[in-house]
């Protein structure tokens, strides 16, 4: 479950998916439990109704949280989490729904700060059953170059 | 727990603090269990040993989830979330840290395609029992105006 | 969230209500493995459909636990709970029901104890969807009465 | 599992104890997102510090949810929860305590509106790893009488 | 809660049944957080239905556990586990299903290394609300033999 | 995260070994409330004092359900669980114990009634950091063999 990758072996436009999860009811009790925020958007049924999607949507912190954790398979133990950017919702998870993440390798460029690494820029994209995109970010990772 | 803010309302540089909350062993497991991140980084007391924190780390997902979460307190009905600009990490997050959230009013400018309505940025930063910065991010709101 | 109301400041009659939450399958099965009670008339629709209910029901203590959790909002730093009377559970919640609460100070006495604080009851009343009350009781809460 | 008492058979002053459970923090964390009570009483180390208890107190509704559980036990199919009258919580509840549930058939009382039935009130008392009573209450059921 | 039975006293062929317990998405999504195991079989509902069943499963490991854990009723403090020989899933366990569990004494024999003990055999099946047996397996007890 | 094996490339006696897991104070309770087994040796601190062990034990199901979890990492799309057999539990683990499982292909054969599989035996073996074995067994697989 170990598989080192350096920056050099980064290859720019490769991409790989990940197996899908079927979002379900108990996600959405557990996500409000574990973030303590009971909105009602989120959880009440009745007053999700009225709202322009008509029923209850889920937390953008989850669809973060399982989008990004369906990516972690293997360990590669030369890279780091530097950040993600530009993180956005473009639809909504709905319950029942089935997300899997496609990962995109989109840059690939000198660490400013550090000679012994990379910054690799992953283009996130959290996508439904349906193929439409429900979270895109960037994740930014800082990556060893191989050594000499 | 409802409080109407429109985007007049946002006063740029006011601040809001949270309550804490202590981060304990029970959510690194509960948060692995949904997450399904289980890298041992986070919930290998022994393997976590070896590494430069010498003990197990926090998710940067839980983080982001308990960290947002703790703002969850009213709803403004008024406004919605755009999405998460530069989301860093710089501390690390460990059993048994208390941490809090502080929402700084950051930026306010029209919003380019909707007339009603502006962006409204809050500077979230989420803080433990020393003070120290473990998440910051630029939470981007589109709010309505008032009418008229 | 911190809002400070003394004894002399609660007005007797007034009522606020909480935002709703739907009791999903999920709550049953987590208040389950919470209290250790996995009696069949919670968590066996087989045998639930043989009752005259015809469906399974919730525990009373977690319609307890999450009537009275709606009310968390704003913490009362002066008020404490005294305890609870009359718990009763007029109707029984079923998975799907949506459930709110509503508070109405009913009560106000001179602490018997206690000079610098009086009693106060709140009549907690749970109501799901259809506005039928699913448990009622009183909440009695020990609050200090303003200096001087 | 199932043990049939009619109201003839419960014996007035007979007492039963269950096995014992200790509380632990993941209780704690459990209780607040089940409940959605994140209050720093029960969650924030930090803040519980200041407290007269010098540390977190689990919440009520926990320490009832436990200690009612944990007598969930045998199944009287001919017995029903009326209410529970008078809960009290004399002693706060800490991280590691270990509590258990001694049940004293207190009253026996024909049931006003029904010939068939009789009142049972049960004293629940939940007792810390000292002694001490955590919670105390009347829990009223109604129990069928023997046919004819 | 305990109820000691001593070798002598284990009866062959003799049987217990266990109340039900219907298995719901909630507790896939438990057992999956717990086990760590996020295959798309148990949670991927786009996925399963292209299998030959059509569904999701329930995973192995949690239809013991479940199955298992129904039969935690009296404690005989003179009885310790063993171990569990030919565990078999005969047929999946689906969402929905509710299953109990049944027990009969198979076998009774000296324990090889300890005199004052026999080796009891609990044939375990776990059933459905079919009849159908969803898992097999056989619990081999340690349990004392009365003294003298 | 797919990896197909077929029942030639199985090689005997090969080892594999995966990341470890913590046992958390977090992992008994939500095992007690996944499984329903309250029972005190594994939840009372109180009572396992009095124990050999001294201390609260972990549940064998959940030993089980965590030591097959962590072998969860790629699917092999033409391998299936047959059962598991001598499943035993040589030592108790504890409260911050760490464990890992070591798999060694221990057996292959013909399967008796399906010509185009095989049999293969993982023996499992579930080590504490002191690298003692708290859980043994014998999984049984039915693999594929290459078409022609």
Redesign the interface.
Known sequence: ?NQTIYFEDYELNSVRE?????I?????????????????HH?????ARSTPFGQ?IAH???T???G???T??A?NPVAF?????????PKPVFI?D?IHTRITISNKEPDPKRANMGRVTEKVEVLN?KGECVLACDHVLLVQRRAG
């Open positions: 479950m990940t197996h899908g999860r079927t379900t009811e108990a996600d959405f009790v557990i996500h409000a439990g574990h973030s303590g925020d009971f909105f009602p959880l009440d049924a009745e007053f209850r953008g912190t989850m973060f949280t399982i990004i954790g369906l972690a398979g360990i989490t530097y950040g993600y950017d530009r993180l956005r919702f029942g089935t059953q």
